[in-house]
């Protein structure tokens, strides 16, 4: 396995592009298995549960042809044609399903067009319990029946029908599976208490211009007018996947740290308010356009206490890369992660770089700065709390070398590459 070895103390100036978002261009791809045409996409990521969401496609029976993949790494993303109507299977491949969570947005789909799904519990990042009881009460309310066995769940429907349903908390992935399980269901459906995160309306757009009927996605109540088993939907026009908002906030703090001056272009400020009104408050510099973003390295950074919230509050994958420019700003922060169990285990190892850390309980703790941070060896937990060591050992002092960048490669685009092109040392080596 490579890993990165990162020389700190850089001071990075120039431009970066963002790429196609992770989380658009999942359930994209999983959306396609309710077309009955070709479907074609642009800005598609060239990140690792993109390839792991193409190989489950492609071992159901799709078919996917990729138009042009990008080399010199100067434009992210890449062409991508999917053609669904060879999909005869309804169960997911379990190694792969095993290894990323958003495989299980595919059941929505696959009920949608077969009337049952199964697939083994969904793996990735190990980020606390992550129960898939939600799902198996949304689809039951839509009349999918649901058992468990030799480890694989199985959903079955011999008819989907329109239901009012409400989310008991607000889930991203759950709104996005109902979503594309009530595009085929009989009468509407109505999604109350939904997610309002960007990529739910961008992924209504796409299926509304097909033929779906959905109105109220990215605010709490989404209401869909089913096609039923035998509505169509044909894609006309290529889907281009919308910015990386994840990608955007995380560059911008490292801006905030270590650039002179950095220009983040092709991006959605729009959908990063909360995390943009954090770094003002820290006393950095930041300037946004209608798709871009000025950040600067703050002379000096004030504490500021951050409570993760469902969009449009601050994003829980944001949470761990701003908790490094917490380590740098003068006085006490406080980090409330509400979203997730055992996300804050990522601050033991920035505590052995020298952060003050100070944990209050699994969802609490404090940080206390400046402390300057010194390179040592880590390995990536999940795919933010990687990227967080990459900030991380960008701004400490001496060598770090980061292990397990599989995790980060799930989610971010040749990030070694965008990096080293603003001047920073980093390198991918053979472990």
Known sequence: MPKFVIQGGKTLKGKITVSGAKNHA????????????????????????????????????????????????????????????????SELDREITKRFRASIVAIGPLLGRFGKAALAHPGGCVIGERPIDIFIEGLAALGAAFKEKDETYFFEAKKLAGADFTFRVPSVTATET?????????????????????????????????????????????????????????????????????????????????????????????????????????????????????????????????????????????????????????????????????????????????ADVTFCDPHRAIIAGPTPLRGRVMESPDLRAGLAFVIAALVAEGESEIHNVYQIDRGYENVEDKLARLGASIRRVSA
């Open 26 to 89: 999942l359930k994209l791809l999983a959306a396609s298995i309710l077309f009955d045409s070709p479907v074609a996409f642009e800005n598609i990521p060239e990140i690792e549960d993109v390839f792991r969401m193409s190989e489950l496609l492609e071992k159901m029976g799709a078919k996917i042809n990729v138009r042009h993949s990008v080399s010199n790494r100067e434009t992210s993303g890449h062409a991508l044609i999917v053609d669904p109507r060879g999909i005869k299977k």
């Open 178 to 354: 109902l979503m594309l399980a009530a595009v085929k269901a009989d009468g509407k459906t109505i999604l109350r208490n939904a997610a309002m995160e960007p990529e739910i309306p961008a992924l209504a757009d796409f299926l509304n211009r097909a033929g779906a009927s959905i109105h109220g996605a990215g605010t709490a109540t989404i209401e869909i007018d089913g096609l039923g088993p035998d509505g169509k939907l044909i894609a006309t026009n290529a889907e281009r996947v919308i910015p990386d908002r994840i990608e955007a906030g995380s560059l911008a703090i490292l801006g905030a740290l270590t650039a002179s001056d950095l220009t983040i272009e092709k991006c959605a400020p729009e959908h990063l308010g909360s995390l943009l009104e954090h770094l003002k408050a820290a006393g950095v510099f930041v300037k946004a356009g209608p798709d871009w973003m000025r950040i600067k390295r703050a002379k000096k950074i004030g504490a500021v206490n951050v409570k993760t919230r469902e969009y449009p509050g601050f994003p829980t994958d944001l949470q761990a890369p701003f908790c490094i420019l917490l380590t740098q700003a003068e006085g006490r922060s406080e980090i409330f992660e509400t979203i997730f169990d055992n996300r804050l285990e990522y601050l033991k190892d920035i505590a052995r770089m020298g």
